[in-house]
C-alpha cells in the first residue's frame, strides 16, 4: 500500500488526526501493567495480561473497578481512591524516566506528514499523566491539542474526549480520523461520528474500520486513500495491510 504522497491530489475531508496515547504513540502499557499488577499482588487479587487488556482505553478507576471484581473484600469510595492513587504514584515514578527513544515505529515520520500537509492532530488519552509524557517524549510541536484524563468527566468509551478535541480545533466530526488500539476507544470514536483506525490485532480491534500493525504499516497517502473510501474498508485491505512493510 505504500505509495508517494501527491499533495492536492486528494479531495477529501480528512482535516484531523487524533490520536490515542498508550499503544499509539508510546508503549506505556508496560508501566500500567506492572503498577497494577504490584497493587493486585499486595491484595492478594489475581491479574494477569489478559484482565490487564480490559484495562486499555479505561480510565483509572474504572480499572480498579475491574480489577476488584475478584476481590472478596467491598472497598469504600474513599479506599478506592486511596488504591487508585497507590498505582498512579508507582506509574509515575516508572514513566517519569521515559525517553524519545521509547516512541513507537512509525510515529515520529507519520506526524511528520501531518504537519507538512497542515493537517491537525490532538492527544486524546485517558491518561492524567498525558501532557507530562508527550512533554518527556518532546512531541508538543507535532499537536494542536494535547487531552488528557483530567480534561474530561466521561471517560471512554463514551465520546467526549473526541468530542472535545473536535470542538477545540474548530472542526466535524467527518473530517476527524481517530488511531486507538483499544475497544473502547473505538466504541468512543464511533459514538463520536468519526472513522476509526485500529492500531493492533484485528481479532481484538473487530469494531475498527481497518487495522495496521504499527505506524510502519502505512503513511498519509494510504490513509488519504482510506479515509476516502478509495480502498476497501476491513476483510481484504486490512489483511494486507498487516502484512511486513517489506512485501508492500
Known amino acids: 500500500m505504500h505509495g508517494k504522497g501527491n499533495k492536492g491530489r486528494f479531495n477529501v475531508a480528512l482535516k484531523a488526526v487524533l490520536f490515542d496515547l498508550d499503544g499509539v504513540i508510546v508503549d506505556t502499557a508496560k508501566y500500567h501493567y506492572i503498577a497494577w499488577k504490584g497493587l493486585a499482588d499486595r491484595l492478594g487479587i489475581f491479574f494477569d495480561e489478559a484482565i490487564n487488556e480490559r484495562l486499555k482505553g479505561v480510565s483509572r478507576m474504572a480499572s480498579l473497578d475491574i480489577i476488584l471484581e475478584r476481590s472478596e473484600k467491598a472497598y469504600s469510595a474513599d479506599e478506592k481512591e486511596a488504591l487508585a ?3 498512579n504514584d508507582a506509574y509515575v ?6 525517553t524519545p527513544a521509547e516512541i513507537l515505529p512509525g510515529v ?3 506526524l511528520q506528514e501531518l504537519r507538512e500537509a497542515g493537517i491537525k492532530s490532538s492527544v486524546c488519552s485517558a491518561s492524567k499523566s498525558a501532557g507530562m509524557i508527550i512533554d518527556l517524549l518532546d512531541l508538543n510541536p507535532f499537536f494542536d491539542e494535547v487531552l488528557g484524563g483530567s480534561d474530561i468527566t466521561r471517560p471512554k468509551p463514551d465520546p467526549e474526549i473526541f468530542e472535545m478535541a473536535r470542538d477545540r480545533l ?4 467527518s473530517e476527524c480520523l481517530v488511531v486507538e488500539d483499544a475497544f473502547a476507544g473505538i466504541v468512543a470514536a464511533k459514538r463520536a461520528g468519526m472513522k476509526a483506525l485500529g492500531m493492533g490485532e484485528e481479532s481484538i480491534l473487530t469494531n475498527a ?3 495496521f500493525h504499527d505506524m510502519t504499516y502505512f503513511n498519509l497517502h494510504d490513509v488519504h486513500l482510506f479515509f476516502d473510501q478509495k480502498i476497501a474498508l476491513k476483510e481484504e485491505s486490512t489483511r494486507a495491510c498487516l502484512r511486513k512493510p517489506k512485501d508492500l
Do not use: A, P, Q, Y
Open 85 to 87: 492513587t497507590e498505582k
Open 209 to 211: 474500520d481497518i487495522v
Open 170 to 173: 474548530g472542526l466535524i466530526s
Open 108 to 110: 515520529v515520520n507519520f
Open 93 to 98: 515514578v516508572m514513566v517519569k524516566k521515559i
